[in-house]
């Protein structure tokens, strides 16, 4: 699976928020909106998500923990990328 991460913002001393990101999927699909954020176990990655009533469900999320590795190191690896 390819993927391309653009970080589209950054943020600095804003709490836990640090990035907000786009994937491109196989260079045919895009998830906007996916975050990343400072954990107690370090950096992990959020998927969009819509708030309905008092729970926040996320509109897409990967089914393997494989792609979810995958997806999280390309997030923080652009990161970092954007940071240095």
């Known amino acids: 699976m390819n993927i391309k991460t653009e970080i589209r913002k950054t943020?600095?001393?804003?709490?836990?928020?640090?990035?907000?990101?786009?994937?491109?999927?196989?260079?045919?699909?895009?998830?906007?909106n996916i975050r990343l954020i400072v954990g107690k176990k370090g950096l992990f990655v959020s998927m969009p998500s819509n708030k309905i009533g008092d729970k926040y469900i996320e509109t897409c999320h990967p089914i393997c923990q494989e792609a979810r590795k995958k997806i999280e190191g390309s997030v923080i690896e652009a990161y970092k990328s954007s940071i240095s």
């Open 11 to 32: 943020f600095d001393n804003k709490g836990r928020l640090m990035a907000i990101a786009n994937l491109i999927i196989e260079d045919c699909f895009v998830i906007k």
